[in-house]
């Protein structure tokens, strides 16, 4: 008789937790999507039955700070003996805390790699999977070998602490987030010196020591890195590092400044301005009205 696959839930259907439920849908899992849209809502007791269940929800950074109460709203939706596993990105430490806060549940961090562009294919083809445990107990590792035999095959998988795990995610963001700011300050200087930056461009491509995925100034709807992650992620970063190493000024000078560069690049083409305010209130997109340059 073969092996009864477990029952797969789903907190949070945008275009993340979408995507891995429609990817575990395909490979055959029996699935449960509970989300506030109409189509979802009625799902909300089925989440106790499921044997394992991802949580992709908001984890918005506002002038109050980092919020992650969407994320702790989920798991307690989450049945006694049961595997969360959180997606969303959250600052290094939480999923240790939720952990200590729920110990009816088994909680692991998974950081997910999609662009939403994109998505389908990322959640079908993951070049990564990592599964984060805030406890090194045989309840965590049992749970992380549970996981990781669901999840879609990546070429790299890694079993590590939850904070570790987190930070990676946080690697990943805050990578992309200064590679754009690097090469718009590269491309403004350029322009300056008359430069064609088509040219400096294609020897960029060319380069394999030089992560190239950034490498146009305009990304997407204009310049800076925009995004429902970018701005977010990057704030919740600073304000962490403030937090956690307020001594260390030269790294917090560096963090503000790339900080403030990406705020002067989004309102200069007037890129994701409501996220922008969103994240450090409506003061900081005062004139970004005004025509672009």
Known sequence: MAHKKPLIGFIGQGWIGKNYANDFEYRGYRTVRYALEKEYRNNKDKIKECDIVIIAVPTPSTPKGFDASIVEGALKRIGKGKIAVIKSTIIPGTTKRFQKKYPGIVIVYSPEFLSESTAAYDAAHPF?????????????????????????????????????????????????????????????????????????????????????????????????????????????????YEKVL????????????????????????????????????????????????
Request: aromatic residues 8%; contains cysteine; positive net charge.
């Open 128 to 240: 990564s999977n990592i599964i984060g445990l805030p406890k090194n107990d045989i309840a965590h590792r049992k749970a992380a070998k549970a996981v990781l035999a669901v999840l879609p095959k990546a070429p790299f998988s890694l079993v590590s602490t939850s904070t570790e795990a987190e930070i990676v995610k946080y690697s990943h963001n805050m990578s992309g987030y200064t590679q754009i700011i690097t090469f718009n300050i590269l491309y403004d200087l350029a322009r300056k010196l008359s430069a064609d930056w088509g040219m400096i461009h294609q020897a960029l491509l060319a380069d394999p020591y030089v992560p190239n995925r950034y490498s146009q100034p305009m990304h997407k709807s204009g310049r800076g890195a925009g995004g429902g992650c970018f701005i977010k992620d990057f704030a919740a970063l600073r304000m962490l």
């Open 246 to 293: 307020p001594k260390d000024k030269e790294s917090l000078d560096a963090l503000r400044a790339f900080e403030k560069k990406n705020i002067q690049l989004l309102k200069s083409t007037k890129k994701d301005l409501q996220l922008l305010a969103g994240v450090y209130g409506p003061k900081v997109v005062k004139g970004a009205r005004r025509k672009a340059r």
